[in-house]
């Protein structure tokens, strides 16, 4: 059994200083960093948005930054502007030992559908293609670290176990939004569907 350490969205936007900022985001950094070392393969994800995208609220006239608005796909919270491609914002914390990663996935690049998950974006249909790099690479078991645990971190984490994947959340080395509640109804629902809470 081969196991993978799934690092999602450690980027400058979502630690102190960034639009989008995560109470704490900058503290896992070290812990990520020491946490590699166990695991046969590390996965990065990074949020690389076109600017514009349609998850920005500044994209819709009257609207402000998290709001919810009913997208074709579904419901979807609007953000500020974050990770743009190429933006300083949009890099990796440069604590990040990104040296040590197998694969960087990026998603969120579709300027029409957000994609919080590292597996599916928010239409719940369209692959990034992670799934498939890890089943061809006989890996069965992931940990799942990083930004926000609320959205990035619980919807990878809920495809994942859909997926058939054998999926742990190390909550230490994450940190969440919180937006009305949504942390604990996270928790819940990875509880409900079999994730393993660290
Ligand atoms: C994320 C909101 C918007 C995340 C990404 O990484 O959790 N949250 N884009
Ligand atoms: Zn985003």
């Not at 440069?94 to 960087?104: E, G, H, N, P, S």
């Amino acid at each position: 059994m081969s196991s993978a350490l799934i690092v999602i969205d450690v980027q400058n936007d979502f630690c102190p200083g960034g639009a989008l900022a995560v109470s704490e985001g900058d503290l896992i950094v070290a812990g990520i960093n020491a946490r590699m070392a166990a695991f046969d393969t590390v996965v990065l994800t990074q949020d690389w948005h076109p600017a514009g995208h349609s998850s920005f609220a500044s994209s819709h006239a009257g609207k402000a930054p998290y709001d919810l608005i009913e997208m074709p796909y579904g419901p979807q919270v609007l953000w500020p502007d974050h990770c743009v491609q190429g933006s300083a914002g949009a890099a990796f914390h440069d604590r990040l030992d990104v040296d040590r990663a197998d694969l960087i996935i990026r998603k969120g690049m579709n300027p029409a559908i957000d994609s919080y998950s590292a597996f599916f974006e928010n239409d719940q249909t369209t692959p990034t293609g992670l799934e498939g790099y890890l089943r061809t690479r006989g890996i069965t078991a992931l940990t799942l670290v990083g930004l926000a645990t609320d959205f990035c971190v619980n919807f990878s984490a809920q495809d994942a176990a859909r997926l058939g994947f054998d999926v742990t959340v190390e909550e230490a080395l994450c940190r969440g939004i919180d937006l009305d509640g949504s942390l604990a109804a996270a928790w819940s629902t990875l509880q409900s569907i079999g994730v393993s809470r660290i």
